[in-house]
């Protein structure tokens, strides 16, 4: 296998690319600026990957790449050049489109040419896009891209210099007699598998408009559409066509056929029922919009006046894509399968700027929910977290479990785990994880905190063989005690999500977990804890699932008395401050009857949260031998 130079390989593209070519036996020299953000780029990487990845610390600004010597020399013996190494920005202005994507290319051909010069390049490929007008046929222009001042000048900066790079591309390596593969990605949303869309641009702009509430029509007819593709599946085609090629082609459209894709309408259709919205109903043309955006509109939105420039009505070539996933085994795209994964992803992006994958945990999908899994020895750990957080709250507890593994899970419509769409609330949350539960391979210890203890005993009592033993941290084990207002607007469900989105600040929400003693002090809440909880309830459907739950919980909830018949070992570990749920003498009669063990700790309710340590001594029993 051959040695890859590749730029872009720390980007949402790059990333998955340098995967694939690595696991196909290339080693890769990867163009970096900085060493930190290449090291953290490999940290999930197998021993095995990352010895066939050479970080080399450059820049496309400079010339010569900015390359040392000895650097220059290690990229002369490449055999292959991927150039992925242009922002997805579309706010790029001129200058800087101009400097990094045009005359970023010019740079990179020239150290092309010189490897060519010295033992002839394999193929140069270059990434593109696939609304670039470049083709084949008139690419042949021997007009010098840097005076063709009228070229495509109402675009913007981003897609300008992004073609006028393409066609510069085609005629140096004509002339130069290098083989050129040209890749016209669409749109890229995340893997299959997650469906986590690291890049908010594209896609992202139209889940984020719609979940504003700023798309108040309908755009566009059947006859436009929005070209998408998976991260994971233009990975595998672009690291199959870093093999020798016999085809003549030298486009692809890397695209699905546009009957894999719904119609404009129906796409956003399907967007605002994963963000729980109502779907806007009045259609607009799309020419439209456009001119409304041109014309101010923009700022009514919150659009860029070129983001609509993705959406179209064109049909693309395709074959030699179609070839390429067929030689791969790649099926067709399924939208209603996979896309409510990269809808709830970029959700989560845009509603926590904290949002992140930590180190030592992949993100994978169990079942249907979102999860961060940590590889360990013995039996694993599963975590299903309360209301007003998510997977990320529970990692420092996870932590403390260095050497077990450990699987967290976003619920249902939180986080970045899609809603389950049940005809019944809770049956579709027990349900979900069930099916997640029955996946892993082995026994579990469950631990469930708040709401997600009651979820994770109803997932015990249907499959006691699963769990090895079962730890509720603060279950709800009676009806809250809220104050009235609280309750009244827990009786219509409307009301409690209205007071959500509208008294959902920080402030707001500080005063409330004190007076109902998620917390003990201001002190006890963690950083940024507070401002992410506010981000997420700006989502309406993150703001929608907390309101059916605790609607249920104040209105429909009997407790958990059915507790006693679990076949399961329980341990239950209660926070004495609580202020919303209180441990009784009766109820600690019928836990001790019931052969529960008990736990009781002078903390707060979130104390899974603020004291992850003890938490975790509990669970390990370390406090009570």
Excluded at 98 to 117: P, Q, T
Excluded at 324 to 338: A, F, N
Aim: glycine share 6%.
């Amino acid at each position: 296998m051959g040695i890859i130079f590749v730029t872009g390989a720390t980007g949402f593209i790059g990333k998955e690319m340098v995967r694939e070519l690595v696991k196909n036996g290339h080693t890769v020299l990867a163009l970096i600026r900085s060493q930190v953000k290449w090291q953290n780029m490999l940290h999930n990487f197998s021993e095995h990957e990352k010895k066939s990845c050479i970080g080399i610390v450059g820049d496309l600004r400079r010339e010569d790449l900015g390359l040392s010597s000895k650097s220059y020399d290690q990229v002369m013996s490449a055999d292959v050049i991927i150039h992925a190494g242009v922002p997805m920005n579309i706010l790029l202005d001129e200058e800087t489109a101009m400097d990094v994507i045009l005359h970023g290319s010019r740079r990179l051909l020239k150290v092309a040419k010189e490897i060519h010069r010295r033992k002839k390049l394999e193929t140069f490929i270059h990434l593109v896009g696939y609304m670039s007008p470049i083709t084949d046929q008139n690419a042949k222009t021997t007009e010098d891209v840097f005076t063709m001042s009228d070229f495509m000048r109402g675009v913007g900066g981003y897609e300008r210099y992004k073609f006028l790079a393409d066609l510069l591309v085609r005629q140096e390596t004509a002339r130069e007699g290098i083989p050129l593969t040209v890749i016209n990605p669409s749109v890229v949303i995340g893997p299959r598998d997650t469906g986590s869309t690291q890049q908010l641009e594209g896609f992202g702009m139209l889940v984020d408009t719609l979940r504003r509430g700023k798309m108040p029509v309908l755009l566009g007819g059947k006859e436009w559409w929005l070209p998408l593709i998976p991260l994971d599946d233009l990975a595998k085609v672009i690291a199959g066509l870093a093999q020798p090629q016999e085809s003549q082609v030298q486009t692809h459209f890397a695209l699905f056929d546009r009957n894999v894709i719904p119609p404009l309408p129906q796409l956003i259709q399907l967007i605002a029922k994963e963000l729980r919205i109502p779907a806007p109903t009045i259609p607009v043309s799309v020419p439209i919009i456009k001119k409304m955006l041109r014309w101010g509109g923009s700022r009514v939105m919150g659009l860029p006046a070129n983001s609509m420039d993705f959406l179209t009505t064109k049909e693309f070539p395709v074959q030699s894509f179609q070839a390429s996933i067929d030689r791969l085994g790649i099926e067709q795209y399924d939208v209603t399968r996979y896309l409510p994964r990269v809808i709830a992803d970029l959700d989560y992006r845009l509603s926590n700027e904290h949002s992140s994958n930590p180190h030592n945990y992949t993100r994978e999908l169990t079942g249907n929910l979102a999860s961060f899994k940590k590889e360990g020895t013995g039996k694993p750990w599963v975590f299903l977290h309360g209301l007003f957080s998510d997977m990320d709250d529970i990692l420092p507890l996870a932590s403390q479990l260095k050497e077990e593994p450990v699987i967290l899970f976003d619920l249902p419509g939180f986080g970045r785990s899609p809603y389950h769409h049940h005809v019944h609330v809770l049956e579709g949350y027990v349900d979900t994880v069930l099916e997640a539960i029955k996946e892993l391979p082995s026994t579990v210890y469950l631990v469930g905190h708040s709401l997600g203890a009651y979820i994770a005993s109803k997932v015990a009592e249907r499959v006691p063989n699963k769990v090895e033993k079962l730890y509720l941290m603060q279950p709800p084990l009676h009806r809250p005690r809220y104050p009235a207002a609280i309750n009244l607007a827990g009786k219509v469900q409307s009301l409690l999500t209205t007071s959500l989105k509208y008294r959902g600040t920080p402030k707001q929400l500080s005063k409330m977990f004190l007076n109902q003693g998620v917390f003990g002090s201001v002190e006890e809440i963690p950083e940024n804890y507070l401002q992410k909880v506010a981000g997420t309830l700006r989502s309406p459907r993150i703001r929608q699932s907390h309101a059916e739950l605790l609607s249920f919980l104040m209105r429909d909830f009997t407790g958990m008395s059915f507790l006693r018949s679990l076949k399961v070992p329980i341990r239950v570990i209660w926070g004495t401050r609580d202020q919303a749920y209180q441990l009784s003498e009766e109820m600690e009669t019928e836990l001790m009857q019931a052969k529960i063990e008990l736990v009781k700790l002078d903390l707060a309710h979130n104390f899974p949260i603020t004291h992850p340590q003890i938490a975790a001594d509990l669970l390990r029993d370390r406090f009570l031998k």
